[in-house]
Each structure stands twice: as structure tokens, then as C-alpha cells.
């Protein structure tokens, strides 16, 4: 029974690096015209963090590069692409917090992996991306003004 766990465990931890790789370096790039990677310098050996994106300037936060391109992505592709995006952490994080609850510790080095390898993705196209930052801060203001209006309401 352990051999085929590893092999299970294996297997999986092989499935989320294929999949990091898929939406990180072509679904990204073609249904958002997003994409960012790391690049090290080989005299220095530092490092830094690339976010293009191909309809909108986009600055690199390490080396303050901007990059500008044309491309106009379809609508229904863009929201297809950031509602997995998003959905996938929270469903592995879902599992985890079952994980923890059922006492499956076996399956704490595959969620693990598949978070790390999930959020890293969120990360990387929500820094490539204007739009989804300005998105996110307005949600964030609706949030902080409903908190305001229902504690003044209550008082």
C-alpha cells in the first residue's frame, strides 16, 4: 500500500508541474496575451521578475522595464481564463482544509505542491495584468465601504 501511495503521490506532484507549465507558458499567453518568468543574470547572480503583457504597458517591479504590444484578447477566453485561474487555489484549498479535517496526512505533500504551484500562477498573471489589479482594488473599496455602512447603520 505505500508503494502505490508514493506512486500516486509522484504522479500528481508530475500532473501540477505539467500543468504549472501549460497555463504559466501557452494558455496565459494566448487566451490573455499574459506572460512573466524569472531571469537571472549570470554575471551577478541576480535575479528578476519579468511581467509582460501584449494589450497593455506593463512595468517590471525588479528592473522597471515597460513593455508595450497590441493584441486584443477575446472576452470570453479572458473570463474563462481567470475564473480557473482563480478557482483552482480555492478548490486546493478546499482539499487541504478536508485534509486536515479527515486526517489524511498522506495528501499533505500533494496539496502542498499544488497550492504553492497554483498561487504562484495567480501571482504571476495578477502582476502581468493591470486591469485584474484595478479589479481587485475596487472590490477591495466596495468591501471597506459596505464594512463602513453596516457599522454606522448598526450604531
Do not use: H
Not at 521578475?49 to 517590471?60: C, D, L, V
Amino acid at each position: 500500500i505505500i508503494e502505490e501511495d508514493v506512486l500516486v503521490t509522484v504522479l500528481c506532484i508530475l500532473l501540477l508541474a505539467a500543468d504549472f507549465w501549460v497555463v504559466k507558458n501557452i494558455t496565459g499567453r494566448l487566451l490573455v496575451g499574459l506572460r512573466w518568468w524569472n531571469k537571472v543574470d549570470p554575471a551577478s547572480g541576480t535575479t528578476s521578475w519579468i511581467y509582460e503583457s501584449a494589450n497593455q504597458a506593463t512595468t517590471n517591479t525588479t528592473t522597471n522595464t515597460t513593455t508595450t504590444n497590441n493584441n486584443n484578447s477575446n472576452a470570453f477566453d479572458s473570463k474563462f481564463f481567470w475564473s480557473v485561474l482563480y478557482a483552482a487555489p480555492l478548490l486546493w484549498t478546499l482539499s487541504f482544509v478536508a485534509a486536515i479535517l479527515f486526517l489524511k496526512v498522506e495528501a499533505f505533500v500533494t496539496l502542498t505542491c499544488a497550492l504553492v504551484l497554483s498561487g504562484s500562477n495567480v501571482y504571476g498573471y495578477y502582476e502581468c495584468s493591470v486591469e485584474q489589479r484595478e479589479k481587485w482594488n475596487r472590490w477591495m473599496s466596495r468591501g471597506a465601504e459596505m464594512g463602513v455602512v453596516g457599522a454606522m447603520m448598526r450604531n
